[in-house]
Structure formats: C-alpha cells, structure tokens
C-alpha cells in the first residue's frame, strides 16, 4: 500500500476550530436522596438483554443480546447530560451487568458495571437504574457491553457523546459507526466452560470470522442463499463527502487490521474518546476495548467514474495462527444500483501489514489536540509510587489437579466468579462489603506496598487519593511453556497517560528522555496494547521479562475500578486487577440509608415484574 500525504490546505481545512479541554469536577446537583423508579419514571434508554437464536456469519447461534439486535443500539448523549438508563435482565438463567466502556463514573459509585468489583450482577428477571453525568471533554466514541463472562462477545452496542456546544474541532459532513467483533459459534456458556474448566482448558481459539456491525459472511462459507444473517456488513457514503468513521474494537479476542481499497488517506483525529492532532494513516490497527475515529474523504463523481464498491478487508493479528479475512463493502450511494453483499472478492484485495510486535502502531507519534490543563503530563518527578505487574500465564495443575492454565498479575488471579480452586476471591462486590462494613474485605495499603502493589488477601490493588501512580505491565514467560501472547488492556475510572512500550525490562530515566522529547505531547487513553517480542527472534522462556508497557495516573476518583485485558478469553483465565482508589471514608460517602438496597444480590435497588426499585438519585 502506498502513503500519500494529504496537501497542507486540505489538512488545515479540517481543522478549523481547536476545542478548550478541561475537566470539571461536578458536585451533585442536591443532596443525594433515593426514589422509587413506579411507572412514572422515564429513562433516557432502555436495554433490555435477552438470550436468543440470532444467525450472523451464515450461521446460528445462541447469543446474549441487546433489545434483540445485533448490535444494541446506539447510545447518543451530550457532554453535561445526566443520563439514566433502565437495563432489563430477561435471561433465564445467567446474571448481567452493563458497562459504560471508557466513561469515567466519577461519583456514579455503582455505575461501572462490574460484577462483585461495583456491584452485584443484575439477577435474572430483575432490572437495574444506571445514573450517570457526562462531563466537558467526554466527547468521544465509547461502547456499552456486559461484563459478565463471555456475554460481550455479543451484547454490546455504540455509545456516542457529542460535544457540548455541538461544534467538533474537525469538520466532517457526516459520520457512521463501524464496530468489529468476533464471531464464535460455541455458546458464551461453553466457552466458559471450556476455559474455566479445571480439569482440562479447551482453547477456543481465534474466532471463525469478524463481523462489521454484526454482519459478516465467512470466506469459506459454501451456504449459497444470500440473506439476513449472511452477508457483509456495509458502510453507505456520498460522492464527495467527508465523513468520520468512529471504529469500535467490540472483538473477544481478536485484534482487527483494516484498510479501504484505493481509500489509503485516512485522517486519524480520535483515540479513545479524545482528540489528537491529525495523523495520516493507510490502515488501522484496532485491538479489543479500543475506539478510533479517522477521517474519510469520500471519491468525487468524476473520480468514481461510475464505480459504487469499495472493500474494506480486514484481518486478525493474534497468537493463533489461523489466518481470519473478511470484508464489508464501501457503499457509494450513486445511481449505479443496489450493491451485493454477498458475493465475496475473488482474490485478496489488499496486503495489511504483519502483526506489530513491541515496537508498536503509532507508538510515540499520536498528540492531543489540546493538552488538558487540569491534567497535565505527569513527569518522572511526579510520580509517587511505581507498580510492577508481571503478568504470566501459571500452571494451574496444583491448584486444580488438571491440565489448565490461570493468568496471575504478581501472584493472583482474579474472577468474578468464585470458583472453590481460587481461594479468597470476593463473595461480594468490593464496594459492597466496604459499605457493610466488612473489614476483611478491606485493602490493606501496607500488605499492598510491600507485595508489589497487590494485597495478596483481599486481592486488590489499593492506592490513596493524591498518590500519583506509574503502573508497568511486564510481560513475563509463562511457567510452563515460557511463551507470551500479545494483551489489550482496558482501564476503568480514568484515563491514563500512555507512556509507551518496549523490549526487556523499563528503565524510568531512558524513557523519561523519549517523552520529554514530545514536549510533553503525550496522549491519555483507556487501552493499551502489551505487545509481545516477534516470536521469531526469541526465544521462549519461564520466567523472563519479554516486553513492558508503562502508565501514568493521578489517583482523583475514588471508586473500586478494574484494570484488566480486554480479550475475554483472557479475562475468564484470571487476566484481571482490581484497583481500590481511596480510602474507605472516601469510598463511602453515602450514608447507610441511602445506599441500602444496592447492598444484597437482588436488593430493593433491583427491580422486578412486581417490585419497582427504590433508587439512589445522586445527580438527577
Ligand atoms: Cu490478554
């Protein structure tokens, strides 16, 4: 593929207006007080998830959905909005929660979405009020999706804030929403099942294909009817417009390359739910939990010269190597007629580049647009506290008795689910037993700083308000095998600054020179990849640190938040943290009465078909 640098002119025409970032801190608007959520009460959404028969990709499946769509729908809110949304639990058997993924719920204390960490799970049949205030500068493209076991892998939709004033720093006509995710035809149950299994991990694998918007046609698929549920997914454009493309990295497992034929002159300008200077890409690099937004110049009339369809091909990068292609269609809306969808290309359209390995996509060249002054980049000097976070894959034989593997994060794994061959795991919420005033589920911040960061007896992560933490991921060859795998990392509760990746083992003072050199243009973000060295150059090695990756944040929101790989299969093999942010008179600001029916699985904060829930109102 070639890169063609957009001409000044064009590049500054889209630039036409620079934002004033800067957070705000809200106080609630009264005094918090609770109220019962009767017939009267009026939602901004409502998500209703069910488990049902859905065909995508050619095939059927069981799946965890989203008012019954695949995906839910889009979520579309305003910076400042205070915003409830009713989620509806209408699965027979399993629980739910939704997560509002890269929003900071600065005070939504049980808001997150994050089963036995914020809260208790949605019980089957009950329903649930999500009270949340967006704020000036989350402007940006978020997703929504369950954070119960494998469910996201389906259940999960677009979340998109508009600014303010409704003016974005870039120009663009119009905008359309392409969100990827993996298609699995085992049930999330089985999968579950398959890699929790104590007696024998089955390794589901990459996914058969990638669907765009929940559509995809395999490339293998020999099913010869085109139809709902078998075709690709497509992206209708005007001749001559400019259009932002909002990407969302909705995948389990699978990190997506993608590119446009003959559409190479992408203008990156959002990472994460934050702007950045314009950076021209010719394909995307797109991990799980990730959003970008690029910037689209849609072909004249002339240039089209009476062609409609374009592909857009992509493909995984992953450890597996099975090779996993796909495409949807650049829809040109002229009066050359209606497009097929099913028909795939005859030969591979595009090459995308091999996966990245330590050295990265992007890294050390993406800036903010506007720094944000009540944040500022947090230098070396700063930082208070350092944790080290060897993240290895652990033979679990003695632990279980079978042939499986846990991922510990300095010696422990953590699950939402109690398992009876993890010992300690939380019997409830975090948050909820700090209300109930449960002192063995205290973090105890001495244990923390002298194991690493973790309180291996509660395992959590504590850390104080005001503390400024740099937290560097290692990753380390597994026990067994001495391999490592590529990981996506998500963070709840803020976002961090990136502070980069590289091979071996970190050395603050070198990488301090690399940042200082961007002037302190550093970006903040809510995802991170640790990447993996190229197999082919070392080799594998228990025990060694491979590659690490560095993150910069001052501990301000109070909350328990998960900082965790965002590759569910991952997630379900304990490849999750969870980190306590303030002290316990700064985690309990609410007194008893206030928060009482968020305190028990099913409580009278929850909802049902007879009982209407009584609700904290902390910023409505
Ligand atoms: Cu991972």
Redesign the pocket.
Known sequence: MKFQILGTMQMISILYQWTTVSSVVYPPSNQPYTAIHDGNFQADYILRVTSKIIATDCTTRLSTLVNGTLPGPALRFKEGQKVWIRVYNDMDEANLTIHWHGLTQRMAPFSDGTPMASQWPIPPYHHFDYEFQLQLGDAGTYFYHSHVGFQANTAYGALIVDEADGNPPYHYDDERTIAFQDVYYETDDRIEFNIQNPNNLIWPGNPKNVAVNGKSRAMNETYARPGPGCEMGVIDVAAGGVYRLRFIGATSYSQVFVAFEDHLNLVLIEVDGKYIMPHVVDHLEISSGQRYSVILFAKTQAELAGRNRFWMQFEIRSADSDDVRGYGILHYNTSAGPVDTFTLPAEKVLTLPNESYADGWLEDQLQPLKPDPSNPFIRLQEVTRRVYINVQAIDAKTMTGGDTEFYFQNGAPWYEKPEPFIPDVPKEPYLVSLYRNRTNYFPDYQRAVQGNGLDNVTKTFPAKVGEVLEIVWYLVGGSRFGDV?P??WHAHGDHYYDCGTGLGTYDPVVNEAKLLARHGRIITRDTSNLYRPDPSTVAPEPGKVFTWRAMRVRVQNPGVWMIH?H?LL?MLMG?QTVWVFGELKDLTPLPAHLVEGYLTYGGSAYGNASYAPRVLHYWH
Request: glycine letters at 0%; proline letters at 0%; one cysteine or more.
């Open positions: 795998y990981h996506a790989c590759l991952h490849m």
